[in-house]
């Protein structure tokens, strides 16, 4: 049996999921400081918060496998206390306590006070924009909006996190200017969804206005736009965009399918007439911007002649970045009263071939960036190589450019030109100017 010993506590924050949970925990651990406490994220520590992710069922099962993880330490004695927040615990809290009674406390994704609480700390309301940030000093998330209203069947996103609720404009401008003072060049700015931002508090869609505050926050260098939806998106933050050099070339709009039928489906309230239409004003407006979208491949009903619409579409838009995920049969959403009825080997096969068709028109587009001189950003050192991104590229997601270690030296956080001088399907490679 162990003794009680006076040791310090100190707390370890485990973050899974997407960008929005990084930025939650890294408010949580900004209030943890401001409270005196010793915290570290993803390192070692007695106390154990799990912020986890509920949105689909890998992102479940590795939040479950990470709780149990952590439940079995403090069995062991080697952790003292686990608590669970984010996602999958306001989604499943009863259905957790009951499967895994072990963890202390679980906290839903609006609990913050409650969890400070039981970490013997106070939430303290003065503190905007206070994070402690866990990304390279030369960028952080901004989140400018919580929640989303959209109606998509598939989703269970408002199931956890509520109806769309936007931070005010001046919020978001202290929040940035702290960050700017810390070193931070490159906003990158999520939500749910981005296009509904203002809607709630200014009675219209305010994000052109919100970018115009930003642009004049001095140290920032790079904005970036995360999670648009296409319909209703604000036409004037691309003639923004086209005229504010501190606006990234750079859209981030999931786009889920094309066909009319899984379309009216998903309830995206949207045609492939109109959604094709909305990017080819896009290009007409921004030639340069780059547009990465998001796809679902095996929603319940798609056939096989909604898939080759979705395939030649794809061919025909040349997304300069694109993801493809299987689609995920949620409980409580919309989509879970249909029958999941397309094989699981058939939705692996489609995401597989749209992947391809990508990979080519990824391979093809970086060779036209050979010879170029392409602006980029310094993210970190990596093996024998120094690791940038250009403004066409988001971190973690997408395309990186790769710079010989051994031959130039670079700062971390530093803004080079770089020559590009070969190319592959996802990766640049260049050479300082």
């Not at 505050?213 to 319909?231: C, N, Q, S």
């Amino acid at each position: 049996m162990r003794t009680k010993t006076l040791k310090k506590n100190k707390i370890n924050v485990v973050t899974l999921g997407c960008s929005k949970n990084v930025y939650d925990s890294e408010i949580l651990m900004g209030q943890l400081k401001a409270n005196k406490k010793e915290v570290v994220h993803e390192g070692e520590g007695n106390i154990v918060v799990i912020n986890t992710c509920g949105f689909i069922n890998n992102a479940k099962e590795e939040s479950v496998n990470t709780i149990l993880e952590f439940v079995q330490k403090k069995e062991a004695g080697v952790v003292d206390k686990v608590f669970v927040t984010g996602c999958l615990s306001e989604r499943y809290k009863p259905d957790l306590q009951k499967e895994i009674p072990n963890v202390d406390e679980y906290f839903g994704t609006t609990e913050l006070p409650g969890l400070l609480k039981a970490l013997g700390a106070d939430y303290k309301h003065e503190l905007i924009g206070e994070r402690l940030t866990t990304t390279p000093k030369n960028y952080a998330y901004l989140k400018i909006a919580e929640g989303c209203d959209r109606p998509c069947s598939f989703c269970a996103i408002p199931i956890m996190r509520g109806k769309h609720k936007s931070t005010p404009i001046e919020n978001l401008v202290v929040e940035s200017e702290k960050l700017a003072a810390k070193g931070v060049k490159e906003l990158i700015l999520i939500a749910q969804d981005l296009t509904y931002y203002g809607l709630d508090i200014y009675k219209k869609r305010n994000l052109a206005e919100l970018l115009e505050a930003l642009v004049k926050v001095d140290g920032i260098e790079w904005i970036r736009l995360h999670y648009a939806f296409p319909t209703g998106f604000p036409m004037d933050v691309l003639e923004l965009m086209k005229k504010e050099p501190k606006i990234c070339n750079y859209l981030d709009i999931p786009l889920q399918h094309i066909s009319d039928n899984i379309l009216k489906s998903m309830r995206r309230g949207t045609t492939k007439e109109k959604t094709t239409k909305l990017l080819q004003d896009f290009r007409a407006l921004v030639p340069e911007m780059t547009i990465r979208t998001t796809l679902i491949v095996g929603y319940p009903g798609e056939t096989e002649e909604d898939f080759q619409t979705l395939k030649s579409w794809v061919e025909e838009m040349r997304f300069e970045r694109l993801g493809c995920f299987t689609y995920s049969h949620e409980e409580n959403t919309h989509a879970y009263t249909l029958e999941d009825n397309v094989p699981e080997e058939v939705k692996q096969e489609r995401a597989s071939q749209i992947m391809e068709i990508q990979s080519q028109i990824s391979w093809e587009l970086n060779q036209e960036k050979i010879g170029q001189s392409l602006r980029c950003i310094i993210d970190r050192k990596e093996g024998p190589h120094f690791i940038g991104r250009t403004e066409f590229d988001s971190p973690d997601v997408d395309n990186e450019v790769l710079i010989d270690a051994s031959k130039y030296y670079l700062k971390v956080g530093d803004f080079v030109t770089l020559k590009i001088t070969e190319a592959a399907d996802f990766d640049l490679y260049g050479e300082p100017v």
